[in-house]
């Protein structure tokens, strides 16, 4: 967590909800071991094409990481 917390630090691009989601992802992933799309939907109270997009974002700036239809990880 600490490397993703520098990396947001340098690249004020990454945006607060962006963030938000970042940290969802890793406490879920630190509570359940695994991480799917409909969960973080769940958890932010949000639908899943927000966070499909959320992922997209994440993923072009080497944050998560995820196959398709498959698990997020961080």
């Known amino acids: 967590m600490y490397l993703i917390y520098n990396y947001i630090m340098d690249n004020k691009d990454i945006s ?3 963030e938000d989601y970042l940290e969802r992802i890793y406490v879920a ?3 359940k071991g695994v991480v799917r799309v ?3 939907s769940k958890l932010m109270n949000v639908r ?4 499909n997009n959320a992922i ?3 993923k072009k700036h080497n944050l998560v990481t995820q196959e398709p239809y498959g ?3 961080i």
């Not at 899943?48 to 966070?51: E, G, N, Q, T």
């Open 16 to 18: 607060p909800s962006m």
């Open 29 to 31: 992933q630190q509570e």
């Open 38 to 40: 409909k969960d973080i």
């Open 48 to 51: 899943m094409p927000s966070v």
């Open 56 to 58: 997209t974002m994440l």
């Open 71 to 73: 698990y997020i990880e």
